[in-house]
């Protein structure tokens, strides 16, 4: 089946660190991955939406400046958290479309911890 | 609008019991809906979906039905089990089907006792 790999699984870095989250569809090509971000016992919230190619559309509140997304490749994007501050810890969770298959369903990575101290 | 709510926040459920979720939505340009079990430091991984132009939808022990008219849906597990102890969460798609955004709802803990 269709996998969405993340990496890194978890992250502790100090404040002002910028941190970087990997988000590859292994076995099928993506022109559209979709970031989110959950809070402990709390729901996803949708933050971007990364094309490949293009600039990422951004969800209102977002700070675009702060979580940069680049997906340079069919199967690869990134988001980069700068200057990570205390509050931005959370889980960040990334999903794909296999741009071969529009009728299925996205497929979502297994998430990355990040704390930042 | 564009929220999809959630409830019950938390379910607790003997094991062979019938655990339900429900949803309800406002938009109705909203026209896929599917649901996802979470489990702990892990990402959602899709359990079953259905579109409006059906009313129920069944996958083994996992059946959605699904209410137009009232803009409801709700998950049955039937025959729980202590391995769907996880937590599941409703979400609808705006604007692309069952490729576009996802807005979740608030999440349901579930618990099966054995």
């Known amino acids: 089946g269709a996998v969405v790999s993340q990496h890194p699984s978890r992250v502790i870095c100090k404040s002002g660190t910028s941190v970087k989250i990997e988000c590859r569809s292994l076995?099928?090509?993506?022109?559209?991955m979709f970031w989110y971000r959950q809070f402990p016992k709390q729901s996803l919230m949708l933050m971007a939406t990364?094309?490949?190619?293009?600039?990422?559309?951004?969800e209102q509140g977002v700070e675009k400046d702060k979580f940069l997304i680049n997906h340079a490749s069919l199967t690869l994007s990134t988001l980069t958290v700068t200057s990570a501050h205390p509050e931005d810890s959370s889980f960040y969770i990334c999903?794909?479309?296999?741009?071969?298959?529009?009728?299925?369903?996205?497929?979502f990575g297994d998430g990355t911890r990040l704390s930042i101290l | 609008q564009q929220q999809v709510k959630q409830s019950p926040q938390s379910l607790i459920v003997q094991k062979g019991g019938i655990s339900i979720i429900n949803c309800a939505y406002e938009?109705?340009?909203?026209?896929?809906f599917p649901w996802y079990q979470q489990f702990p430091g892990k990402g959602p991984a899709l359990l079953i979906a259905?579109?409006?132009?059906?009313s129920e939808k069944k996958e083994g022990r996992f059946t959605i039905s699904f209410n137009k008219s009232a803009k409801q849906f709700s998950l049955h597990i039937m025959d729980s089990q202590p391995g769907d102890s996880a937590t599941y969460f409703c979400?609808?798609?705006?604007?692309?089907?069952?490729?576009?955004?996802?807005?979740f709802g608030q999440g349901t803990t579930l618990q099966v006792k054995p």
């Open positions: 979400a609808a798609s705006i604007g692309g089907g069952n490729t576009g955004k996802l807005i």
């Open positions: 990364s094309n490949e190619g293009s600039k990422a559309t951004y």
């Open positions: 076995d099928f090509q993506a022109t559209t």
């Open positions: 259905i579109r409006p132009d059906v």
């Open positions: 938009n109705t340009a909203f026209d896929y």
């Open positions: 999903s794909a479309r296999d741009r071969g298959r529009k009728s299925q369903p996205q497929h």
